[in-house]
């Protein structure tokens, strides 16, 4: 059985995907980040980031989603591509854009335009320009093709799913007008039944939404405590 620590955040949304789809038992832990569950002792042995998500497989630890989505799809056979030399290098190389350009360009578009003590216009415009140039590359590639790698629904588009399903609250209610492929693609997987099984996890675990003191202190730890050097 498979430990899932969740919240509902864009990076443990792609793994709710991927057990949705593949039909892979699993159990929900809940790890509220507002409330600091993610520095906890017990949460940092799994997840020495300290964030989510993270599972736990028979003993078997795994951090970071597209690291995760790839042990999943390793350990099932499933939403894989082709096993050809080109198809596997089409996965890496897409699932690292976006674990290393879409999931921190616009996590951090998000942070400075809401969550910086005070607005800095040249980091929200740094990360504005930055978060919409790699959406417009993904939007570009689904011009082209119907899904991320090859002809195939695979774990590649189900990482694409957990940032694109809040992508107007990272780039504006406008996005969704000019990535009218990002768009196609979303549309198409929101409609899927593990996505709004997945999606439904929300209401199932209820967790703090509101943005306090003991939830800034837990989320920007820089702000609150010397940083650590
Ligand atoms: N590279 C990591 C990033 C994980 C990440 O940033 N998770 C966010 C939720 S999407 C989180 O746990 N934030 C809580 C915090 O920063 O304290 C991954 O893809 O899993």
């Known amino acids: 059985m498979i430990t899932f620590y969740w919240n509902a955040a864009p ?21 509220d980040t507002r409330k ?13 980031n300290a ?4 599972i736990v497989d028979d003993g078997v630890v795994v951090f970071d989603s597209n690291a ?43 942070h400075f335009h809401r969550y910086a003590p005070e607005p800095i216009p040249y980091a929200i415009e740094r990360y504005d320009f ?26 590649v588009d189900m990482a694409f799913w957990g940032w694109a399903r809040v992508l107007t609250a990272v780039l504006g209610e406008t996005a969704m007008e000019k990535l009218v492929n990002v768009k196609r ?6 409609l899927r039944p593990a996505a709004q099984r997945a999606e439904a996890l929300k209401a199932r ?7 306090d003191e003991e939830a800034r202190k837990a989320f920007f730890p820089h702000m609150t405590s010397a940083a650590a050097g």
Request: aromatic share 12%; charged share 15%.
């Open 36 to 48: 600091g569950e993610q520095h906890t002792a017990a949460y940092t042995a799994i997840n020495p």
């Open 68 to 110: 995760i989505l790839l042990y999943l799809a390793h350990k099932s056979g499933q939403f894989l591509p082709p096993d050809t030399p080109q198809a596997r290098a089409d996965m890496w190389s897409w699932l690292m854009f976006i674990a290393s350009g879409i999931g921190p360009y616009s996590g951090q578009a998000v």
């Open 185 to 190: 693609l979303l549309d198409e997987i929101n």
């Open 11 to 31: 990076n443990p949304a792609k793994v709710a995907l991927y057990l949705e789809e593949s039909g892979l038992p699993y159990q929900i832990v809940p790890v």
């Open 130 to 155: 930055e978060a919409w140039r790699h959406w417009n590359i993904i939007n570009a590639r689904l011009g082209r093709q119907r899904y991320l790698v090859g002809d195939s629904y695979t774990l």
């Open 205 to 211: 675990y209820p967790l703090k939404t509101v943005m």
């Open 51 to 54: 964030k989510l998500p993270a």
